[in-house]
């Protein structure tokens, strides 16, 4: 039986193995050898990088990161209160506390919100 | 699922909407310096305001609960119709609740919501009117102590984790909480590393309790979830050990006391403060609760944490008095010394958990098992008044006595600018008022008699001694450790006395104390000379407290 | 323990979180990194998620526990990178480097 469920994801990982090899292999048979400094550069297309990849970050980045975390992560809550007082709304009282009850949850990120903008960390400075 | 009496945890409601306008309020104000919003409400004023009406109302919750734990209601959840107790909250299928605001967790909710009073107090005094983030500063502080109270009441996995977590996250901030100071900042990254990886261990071990008891998080189901097979396995002890890491860290217990010298010296000392005693009240009663409502609850053959709570215990003890004497920094000398405090608490802890030797006396106190919905009025009186007494009595006691111990530390360490404990030599004739006060403290934590100290180890010490008559030696054993152990501390809190009272001071000026100090100090003193005076009706009053623990 | 319709055993779950905690653990002994500590940590949390959730799925009367514990844990681990980076930030700033065992400024 697990043997059964597990066929088709080792039959995809053979082909894709055997799939990337032959490709590789081919091309490596077949292409003609000639590099120049304008192929060797990272991007081919033209585009000439500018110094090491390896810089600081502006410390913003971070901030906008971490504001995007705490609302992405509010999201994790919202499906699941979302699809249970579908449960609720039989019992009027419930879906009530349960609608009181997120008002309240969005109601704290959105103070939490109003701080960061205070703070003026939703400026790009 | 049924909510129940919600006033009982409305303190912590209310703090954590006082925390909301205080943050609030102060980034507005922020924009304004010199005037308006921030002129008229100061957040270093405005924060204890809020904070005072706060305890007295835990105060009231305490008092509401000594009267609500003695009634039952009757809540249908689903088509089952259960009987629980009125303190309990959020009560789920088969009657299970996520929080219980009984006497024992109001009561620490009261300390919680006193010690964060006196170190706001503390805080005005240590930082100047010109610290920056002083609305975070508060705020951050509220948000711990309203998670500290949630975990006193805590009696689910899931309400445990988040309350211990909001505590700690709170904590990590605050250690570091000043920017620019390299110690702060190192006390902040090591005591987040060091709690975050203990509470993710802890957290493991709660999953696979969870597994191991059927898919349960509330402490009572789990209690009965470990008196199936599972129980026997390897896999609950596991659980269990791994739970009890995450709570060992945070009340800084022996291998997990690592932390504790950094972090201690090297956060701002109002933080230090709040983390000795507001968060170690609040992790000594998740692990109380844990342990009596679902370890002990019926205790299997494999007996075997038991007896590593024992060992920890006295390790404690010793390796907090023993490595505290060579301290140069008083700060860091106070940080040891809280462990080993730890210790002395944790010999209460051992012994309430045979608070519940026999199943037949613990039938009554299974509201929430189907079908044993027998409780009455007199049920609720189950404990032997010393079992867990000595543990409440000495939890009120530590939080005067080490909060004013760190509010004078604090306080000269503003005017002095040095913790060394050699700068302490001459306090007596610098500042007699700290320096008799410092000597109150430091005999109180010593344990000696007419203290608040010496109330709280007699009781916990006595109710070990009680029980190890009922076959239990290592009780006695841990009191007699325990005994030996306040001799050996009394060593080092004497040496600090000898250097104020007795050394020469090197002719500098006398301190001034602000009235804040001198007024957190006044409190502290009240209340650990005061606890021998009332020790009678504090005795009566804390049986009242234990006897209405519920799981 | 039973298997579900999946046809894997719940062992197998448990085996990859068991080995994800020891890695998390091991990390977080080896790492001189903070930030290498923080990915421990959370590695760690990872695994006990996935206990979580495979017994809640896998458990005779399975259970909704399970999963909600694991979303209220993916919020806290969430906040807790977000605080761990800004302390390592503040670390960097006063230090210049996050060598957690370098960083060793108080000693008695």
């Given at each position: 039986?697990?043997?059964?469920?597990?066929?088709?994801?080792?039959?995809?990982?053979?082909?894709?193995?055997?799939?990337?090899?032959?490709?590789?292999?081919?091309?490596?048979?077949?292409?003609?050898?000639?590099?120049?400094?304008?192929?060797?550069?990272?991007?081919?297309?033209?585009?000439?990088?500018?110094g090491?990849?390896?810089?600081?970050?502006?410390?913003?980045?971070?901030?906008y990161?971490?504001?995007?975390?705490?609302?992405?992560?509010?999201?994790?809550?919202?499906?699941?209160?979302?699809?249970?007082?579908?449960?609720f709304?039989?019992?009027?009282?419930?879906?009530?506390?349960?609608?009181i009850d997120m008002?309240?949850?969005v109601?704290?990120l959105?103070?939490?919100?109003?701080?960061?903008?205070k703070?003026?960390?939703?400026e790009?400075? | 699922?049924?909510?129940?009496?919600?006033?009982?945890?409305a303190?912590?409601?209310?703090?954590?909407?006082?925390?909301?306008?205080?943050?609030?309020?102060?980034?507005?104000?922020?924009?304004?310096?010199?005037?308006?919003?921030?002129?008229?409400l100061?957040?270093?004023?405005?924060?204890?305001?809020?904070?005072?009406?706060?305890?007295?109302?835990?105060?009231?919750?305490?008092?509401?609960?000594?009267?609500?734990?003695?009634?039952?209601?009757?809540?249908?959840?689903?088509?089952?119709l259960?009987?629980?107790?009125?303190?309990?909250?959020f009560?789920?299928?088969?009657?299970?609740?996520?929080?219980?605001?009984?006497?024992?967790?109001?009561l620490?909710?009261?300390?919680?919501?006193?010690?964060?009073?006196?170190?706001m107090?503390?805080?005005?005094?240590?930082?100047?009117?010109?610290?920056?983030?002083?609305?975070?500063?508060?705020?951050?502080?509220?948000f711990a102590?309203?998670?500290?109270?949630?975990?006193?009441?805590?009696?689910?996995?899931?309400?445990?984790y988040?309350?211990?977590?909001?505590?700690?996250?709170?904590?990590?901030?605050?250690?570091?909480?000043?920017?620019?100071?390299?110690?702060?900042?190192?006390?902040?990254?090591?005591?987040?590393?060091?709690?975050?990886a203990?509470?993710a261990?802890?957290?493991y071990?709660?999953?696979?309790?969870?597994?191991?008891?059927?898919?349960?998080?509330?402490?009572?189901?789990?209690?009965?979830?470990?008196?199936?097979p599972?129980?026997?396995?390897?896999?609950?002890?596991?659980?269990?050990?791994?739970?009890?890491?995450?709570?060992?860290?945070?009340?800084?217990?022996v291998?997990?006391?690592?932390?504790?010298?950094?972090?201690?010296?090297?956060?701002?000392?109002?933080?230090?403060?709040?983390?000795?005693?507001?968060?170690?009240a609040?992790?000594?009663?998740?692990?109380?609760?844990?342990?009596?409502?679902?370890?002990?609850?019926?205790?299997?053959?494999?007996?075997?944490?038991?007896?590593?709570?024992?060992?920890?215990?006295?390790g404690?003890m010793?390796?907090?008095?023993l490595?505290?004497?060579?301290?140069?920094?008083?700060?860091?000398?106070?940080?040891?010394?809280?462990?080993?405090?730890?210790?002395?608490?944790?010999?209460g802890?051992?012994?309430?958990?045979?608070?519940f030797?026999s199943?037949?006396r613990?039938v009554?106190?299974?509201?929430?098992?189907?079908?044993?919905?027998?409780?009455?009025?007199?049920?609720?009186?189950?404990?032997?008044?010393?079992?867990?007494?000595g543990l409440?009595?000495?939890?009120?006691?530590?939080?005067?006595?080490?909060?004013?111990?760190?509010?004078?530390?604090?306080?000269?360490?503003t005017?002095?600018?040095?913790?060394?404990?050699d700068?302490?030599?001459?306090?007596?004739?610098?500042?007699?008022?700290?320096?008799?006060?410092?000597?109150?403290?430091?005999?109180?934590?010593?344990?000696?008699?007419?203290?608040?100290?010496?109330?709280?180890?007699?009781?916990?010490?006595?109710?070990?001694?009680?029980h190890a008559?009922?076959?239990?030696?290592?009780?006695?054993?841990?009191?007699?450790?325990?005994?030996?152990?306040?001799?050996?501390?009394?060593?080092?809190?004497?040496n600090?006395?000898?250097?104020?009272?007795f050394?020469?001071?090197?002719?500098?000026p006398?301190?001034?104390a602000?009235?804040?100090?001198?007024?957190?100090?006044?409190?502290?003193?009240?209340g650990?000379?005061?606890?021998?005076?009332?020790?009678?009706?504090?005795?009566?009053?804390?049986?009242?407290?234990v006897?209405?623990?519920?799981? | 323990?039973?298997?579900?319709?999946?046809?894997?055993?719940?062992?197998?779950?448990?085996?990859?979180?068991?080995?994800?905690?020891?890695?998390?653990?091991?990390?977080m002994?080896?790492?001189?990194s903070?930030?290498?500590?923080?990915?421990?940590?959370?590695?760690?949390?990872?695994?006990?998620?996935?206990?979580?959730?495979?017994?809640?799925?896998?458990?005779?009367?399975?259970t909704?526990?399970?999963?909600v514990?694991?979303?209220?844990v993916?919020?806290?681990?969430?906040?807790?990178?977000?605080?761990?980076?800004a302390?390592?930030?503040?670390?960097?700033r006063?230090?210049?480097?996050?060598?957690?065992?370098?960083?060793?400024?108080?000693?008695?």
């Amino acid at each position: 039986m697990l043997a059964k469920d597990f066929l088709a994801v080792g039959v995809f990982i053979i082909v894709g193995i055997v799939f990337v090899a032959v490709t590789l292999i081919a091309s490596y048979l077949f292409r003609p050898y000639n590099p120049s400094g304008e192929k060797l550069r990272t991007y081919e297309c033209g585009e000439i990088p500018l110094g090491p990849a390896w810089l600081q970050f502006r410390v913003g980045y971070y901030v906008y990161a971490l504001i995007f975390l705490i609302f992405d992560v509010e999201a994790a809550f919202i499906f699941p209160w979302a699809a249970a007082l579908l449960g609720f709304s039989r019992t009027k009282t419930l879906a009530v506390l349960g609608i009181i009850d997120m008002v309240i949850f969005v109601g704290v990120l959105a103070l939490g919100l109003v701080y960061a903008w205070k703070k003026g960390v939703l400026e790009w400075k | 699922m049924f909510i129940g009496n919600i006033k009982l945890i409305a303190p912590a409601l209310y703090l954590c909407a006082a925390a909301l306008v205080v943050l609030i309020l102060g980034v507005i104000a922020a924009r304004k310096p010199g005037k308006g919003l921030d002129y008229q409400l100061p957040t270093q004023y405005l924060a204890p305001a809020l904070m005072f009406p706060g305890v007295v109302y835990a105060l009231w919750a305490v008092l509401e609960s000594l009267i609500e734990v003695c009634y039952t209601v009757d809540v249908l959840i689903g088509y089952e119709l259960v009987r629980v107790p009125a303190v309990a909250l959020f009560v789920t299928r088969g009657g299970h609740a996520q929080l219980t605001a009984d006497p024992f967790g109001a009561l620490f909710t009261l300390v919680a919501f006193a010690g964060t009073f006196i170190v706001m107090l503390v805080s005005l005094d240590y930082f100047d009117a010109a610290q920056p983030h002083k609305a975070e500063y508060y705020s951050l502080v509220m948000f711990a102590t309203a998670a500290a109270s949630l975990a006193a009441c805590a009696s689910d996995l899931i309400a445990i984790y988040l309350s211990i977590e909001l505590l700690s996250l709170a904590s990590y901030v605050l250690a570091c909480f000043v920017k620019t100071d390299r110690r702060s900042g190192e006390a902040g990254l090591k005591y987040f590393l060091y709690g975050a990886a203990c509470s993710a261990v802890g957290l493991y071990g709660m999953s696979i309790l969870f597994g191991v008891t059927g898919g349960h998080t509330s402490l009572s189901a789990i209690a009965r979830g470990l008196t199936t097979p599972a129980a026997y396995s390897g896999a609950a002890w596991v659980g269990i050990v791994f739970t009890l890491v995450g709570f060992g860290f945070k009340l800084a217990l022996v291998p997990f006391q690592f932390w504790a010298p950094d972090v201690y010296q090297g956060a701002p000392t109002p933080i230090t403060a709040f983390l000795s005693v507001v968060s170690k009240a609040a992790g000594l009663a998740v692990l109380v609760r844990f342990l009596t409502a679902a370890v002990f609850l019926f205790p299997p053959q494999n007996f075997s944490w038991y007896w590593i709570l024992v060992v920890l215990t006295a390790g404690s003890m010793f390796f907090g008095n023993l490595v505290a004497i060579p301290q140069r920094n008083i700060k860091r000398m106070l940080a040891y010394s809280s462990i080993a405090q730890i210790g002395y608490l944790m010999i209460g802890v051992v012994s309430a958990v045979h608070a519940f030797p026999s199943l037949e006396r613990l039938v009554p106190r299974l509201w929430n098992l189907p079908n044993v919905i027998v409780r009455t009025r007199a049920a609720s009186w189950y404990y032997e008044p010393w079992d867990m007494v000595g543990l409440v009595v000495y939890i009120v006691a530590y939080m005067f006595m080490n909060l004013g111990a760190f509010a004078v530390v604090a306080g000269i360490g503003t005017r002095t600018r040095s913790d060394a404990i050699d700068d302490y030599a001459g306090l007596m004739q610098r500042s007699p008022f700290l320096a008799a006060a410092l000597t109150v403290f430091l005999i109180s934590l010593a344990g000696v008699p007419p203290t608040a100290g010496f109330v709280g180890k007699f009781l916990i010490f006595g109710g070990a001694i009680q029980h190890a008559g009922q076959n239990h030696p290592e009780l006695a054993v841990l009191a007699v450790l325990g005994i030996i152990n306040s001799i050996i501390s009394a060593y080092y809190y004497l040496n600090v006395v000898r250097l104020m009272f007795f050394a020469p001071a090197e002719d500098r000026p006398s301190l001034r104390a602000s009235l804040a100090l001198n007024a957190v100090v006044a409190i502290c003193l009240v209340g650990t000379l005061g606890l021998i005076a009332a020790a009678g009706p504090v005795v009566d009053f804390a049986s009242l407290v234990v006897s209405g623990f519920l799981d | 323990m039973n298997h579900s319709a999946y046809g894997i055993p719940i062992s197998w779950f448990l085996t990859v979180g068991a080995l994800l905690f020891c890695i998390g653990l091991f990390g977080m002994m080896v790492r001189r990194s903070a930030i290498g500590m923080l990915i421990s940590i959370e590695l760690m949390l990872n695994a006990a998620n996935l206990n979580l959730v495979a017994f809640g799925s896998y458990l005779r009367q399975p259970t909704i526990a399970g999963q909600v514990f694991a979303i209220f844990v993916i919020t806290l681990a969430a906040a807790e990178a977000a605080i761990g980076l800004a302390i390592i930030i503040n670390i960097y700033r006063l230090e210049l480097h996050i060598e957690a065992d370098k960083i060793t400024s108080m000693k008695l």
